[in-house]
């Protein structure tokens, strides 16, 4: 027999080998469902989760956490099936089956885990800064709470990394804010104002992000477009605050990228300011 009749012979004994493999694993599975021995049932959720099948381990499981209340398979079947909804990437399922186990077993064998892939599932399913963020925020408080019950555990680093990535993301959508009503100028109304606002808040409860020293530009040049646009009589004040917000702002970021627009606004704004 040549060489290339072997590796056809071979190809096709592996190609059946492995179908009659998965007719078997569906055939247990569906005896599995079948089944009125939930101890069977677990058993084989266990195997399925080993071998990756999620889906059929989510399955037996949800009927298993039902029957096993207050037994001493309970803690072990909700912690797997949370961790079968993580794993399948289900990552809400997963946050209620973690928040679940965790305050059924605050002190329990997996609450350390629990805690940490709870928040960690919630860091994943974070989406664009433009949508809504409710979720990214149950990520930074789950995370929190991780790191508050588990000051020393080996995934503090990474916890931290996500919640200040968190952080950032809810930065960028108030600096996004703030940029829109920059934008809008004077059209219906002060909206300069508004986006000082909106940006002096984001500094304020984000004060280590990484979009800061941005914010605190779009600050300055609200201000100037304030006073610009202000009525004589108040123009002289207006850009007072003005030179105040600068110095603030060079002082903050002496290397800043916006150090030549910052200049031009402090060579205006003194124009108007009797020394």
Known sequence: MSLCAVRYTMRNYI?????ALLLCSCGEYQRA???TDYNYKFDFAKRAFEQKRYVQAITLLEECIT???????????????????????DYPSAGVYFKNYYSR??????AEDA?????YGYYLESPDPQLDQSGTIKGIE????????????DKVSIAQNAIFELQDKLTLKQLQNAQLYYNLGNYMGNNYESAIIVAKNAVKDYPY??????????????RYQEAVNSIEERKADRFRDVIDEYYSFVNNYPDTKNREEADNILKIARKYVKE
Request: aromatic share 20%; glycine share 4%; with cysteine.
């Open 67 to 89: 029957v096993f209340k207050g037994s001493d398979k309970a803690e072990e079947s909700l912690y797997l099936l949370a961790m079968s909804c993580y794993e399948n990437k």
């Open 209 to 222: 992000s990484k979009y800061k020293e941005d914010l605190e530009m779009l600050i300055l040049k609200s």
């Open 105 to 110: 077993y605050p002190k329990g064998k997996y």
């Open 142 to 153: 789950e995370l929190q709470a991780f790191l508050d019950y588990f000051p020393r555990s």
């Open 115 to 119: 805690r940490f892939y709870s928040g």
């Open 33 to 35: 469902q079948k089944s």
């Open 15 to 19: 190609i059946y080998f492995l179908a």
